[in-house]
Structures are given as structure tokens and as C-alpha cells.
């Protein structure tokens, strides 16, 4: 797999997926939610194993899928890629964006405020 990039259904689907760390089309296109075909679901999942995200077996005549790719490899770089097309690498613009577009609550601002704390750098008057 070359390319982390996934489309929106295909990201839906890999959600399901990644709940359950396998899964039917049937019990995919339960749980999404939008009204969708079965063969739509089903092309996109056969599409995903195709670009080596899942991969299947078949019992009986069922495809189980499962996964071949982490939550947080996809999220890593479809963030990095957004990062890098977007905001010029800028972690600054990047969170200075978020909030502009969504306001932290109290608990996640302290919880951000920490996130930041903990990962600067250190410097040699911190020996």
C-alpha cells in the first residue's frame, strides 16, 4: 500500500472495520449511517482490499474482511499530508485553524494547554 489517502465512504467504512478489527459487508452497512446499496459498500470494501488496506477470507459464501492497516497509520498521514498541503507544516496554523472553526471547551483547553507543555522541547536550564 502505497498511498494512505482514502476517500469519505472508504473512511466510513475503515471506521466499522476498525471497531471490530474484521467485518461482513452486511454488518457494515447496518451500522453506517447513511442508506447506501449493498453492492455499494461491497465494492468499496473489495476496492480497500484491493489497495491493501483489508483483506478477506470467505466462509461459506461471506466475505470477512480484515484489517491490514492501523487507525493511527491513516490518521497520521492523512493529518501529515493535510499539515504539509494546507498549513505549510505549521503546527501553529494548524491548531490556530481549529479553534477558530471549533471553540475548546474548558477540560480540552487545559487538556491542550498540557499536550503543549509536555511536548516543548527542553532546553539546558531545565538540567
Not at 471497531?19 to 461482513?24: C, R, S, V, W
Not at 499530508?81 to 501553529?92: H, M, V
Not at 503543549?116 to 539546558?124: L, Y
Request: proline share 2%.
Amino acid at each position: 500500500m502505497k498511498d494512505n489517502k482514502l476517500h469519505h465512504l472508504e473512511l466510513e467504512v475503515m471506521k466499522e472495520v476498525w471497531k471490530l478489527e474484521q467485518d461482513t459487508v452486511n454488518n457494515v452497512l447496518d451500522n453506517i449511517n447513511r442508506k447506501l446499496a449493498y453492492t455499494t459498500i461491497a465494492t468499496t470494501m473489495r476496492n480497500l482490499a484491493r489497495k491493501g488496506f483489508l483483506s478477506y477470507t470467505v466462509l461459506e459464501r461471506t466475505f470477512l474482511y480484515q484489517l491490514l492497516v492501523k487507525e493511527s497509520e491513516i490518521t497520521h498521514s492523512m493529518l501529515s499530508d493535510l499539515l504539509e498541503r494546507l498549513f505549510d507544516n505549521s503546527a501553529e496554523k494548524l491548531v490556530n485553524t481549529l479553534l477558530e472553526i471549533r471553540q475548546a471547551n474548558p477540560e480540552e483547553h487545559n487538556r491542550l494547554q498540557q499536550l503543549i507543555k509536555d511536548s516543548q522541547p527542553r532546553g539546558n536550564n531545565d538540567e
